[in-house]
């Protein structure tokens, strides 16, 4: 029930693996004869300096995947030097994540039935010292989730004859949740406005106005998660966000929405090059961050694959996973012929062709997205 949880997506889940399948489909030119001897992965986000181009994606109710699965996230985020977002939904609360990592968090804002709700965890927020929030905006119903409805995964939990049967086929995970203490969403657990955490409540109101009213409460840098299109990205820029972040959820919304690595270089194209741009969804190794940096993301965010190491190995399988991933992005940069993050852009990119041009482009002009890219600078 808790990897179909992690894994599983909307509808017939082809939208998880459209994402998947389109950065696998974008290949990078190799070049030669560039000397390659020193390389460095650190870039900087909003001001910020991380050690790699990669952060960790806000994620609800880890701890239920693996006991103590925040606070391994949460010590990897220091030991790595890279930014942790955490969920509104987390199994910890915001301020002791952000204590945990010594003050390198986001935090993640939905926004249910109560706005007044919603204001009291930005106020926590800015109380606990966290400079960067991020406002979802791609969930105004949770989807339908095939896996989660048959296995009767709900929040607050339920346990029937079938939770039983599972449970009892996975004593280790069992044993340990029950001597942890079943995990809940400790941000509304403490909450003074509101408590309930009600995963399938609407979340449809969050609109413009709400945009606007956010700005204006929140001092730090504003984050817009969960944008596919051109013209909302200009939107959400021209409302005063500080950087727009490009994902479709990990195809956990919209079945049928396109790869999220496509609207990347077209949502670059249209908000040009002072906005900061952040990417996830469908990112599995070093060589999709890679391309996705090329595309247009300034710093890019991992989600499953993390949820899936700790499963698989606890702290040690998050830790040997984050190494990976920057020996991997490392070891292209070489093939690449390139020696750091920054000088990433379109011209690494093999078969420019692939990728679908510009809404407002004339195919006969050639005006594709990466020429627009390249034009740029990018
Ligand atoms: C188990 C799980 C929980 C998630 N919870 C949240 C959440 O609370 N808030 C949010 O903005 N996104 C959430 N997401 C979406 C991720 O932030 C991210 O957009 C997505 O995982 C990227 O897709 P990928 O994992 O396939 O690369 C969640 C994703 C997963 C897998």
Redesign the pocket.
């Known amino acids: 029930m808790m990897f179909d949880?992690?894994d599983g997506s909307a509808g017939s889940e082809f939208g998880?693996r459209r994402?998947e399948r389109e950065i696998e489909r974008i290949q990078l030119q190799p070049r030669v004869l560039v000397n390659v001897e020193n390389r460095r992965l650190d870039t900087t986000i909003l001001g910020k300096e991380t050690s790699l181009p990669f952060g960790i994606?806000?994620?609800?109710?880890?701890d239920l995947?693996w006991p103590g699965a925040d606070r391994m996230l949460a010590a990897a985020a220091v030991q790595h030097e890279i930014p942790l977002c955490v969920?509104?939904?987390a199994s910890t609360t915001l301020e002791e994540m952000h204590r945990l990592t010594g003050g390198k968090a986001w935090f993640?804002l939905?926004v249910g039935q109560s706005r007044e709700a919603a204001f009291d965890l930005v106020d926590r927020a800015a109380g606990a010292g966290y400079e960067f929030l991020?406002l979802?905006v791609d969930?105004p119903q949770v989807s339908r989730r095939i896996r989660d409805l048959k296995n009767g995964f709900q929040v607050p939990f339920r346990m029937g004859p079938r939770q039983f049967l599972d449970f009892a086929c996975h004593p280790r995970w069992s044993l340990q949740t029950l001597m942890t203490g079943v995990p809940k969403p400790m941000n509304f657990e403490t909450a003074q406005k509101s408590n309930a955490f009600a995963r399938s409540e609407s979340r449809g109101g969050t609109d413009w106005r709400f945009l606007d009213a956010l700005r204006n409460r929140w001092n730090g840098k504003l984050i817009i998660?969960?944008v596919m299109s051109p013209d909302d990205a200009v939107g959400i820029r021209d409302a005063g966000a500080d950087a727009v972040y490009v994902?479709n959820?990990?195809?956990?919304q919209l079945d049928s929405a396109p790869a999220a690595i496509h609207a990347l270089p077209q949502i670059r194209a249209a908000i040009g090059t002072d906005t900061p741009l952040i990417f996830?969804?469908?990112?599995r190794s070093g060589e999709d961050i890679v391309k996705a940096l090329a595309l247009g993301a300034d710093f890019v965010?991992?989600?499953?694959?993390l949820?899936y190491a700790i499963g698989a190995d606890g702290a040690r399988g998050l830790d040997s996973l984050i190494d990976y991933i920057a020996e991997d992005i490392s070891i292209t940069l070489a093939q690449i012929g390139r020696k750091a993050i920054g000088e990433l852009d379109a011209s690494v990119l093999a078969d420019p062709t692939l990728l679908p041009p510009a809404p407002d482009s004339a195919p006969e002009s050639g005006n594709s997205v990466i020429g627009k890219l390249r034009v740029e600078g990018r």
């Open positions: 949880f992690v998880t994402n994606a806000p994620m609800g109710m880890c995947t969920s509104s939904a993640q939905y991020v979802t969930t998660k969960g994902s959820h990990g195809g956990r996830d969804s469908g990112l965010m991992l989600g499953r694959p949820i």
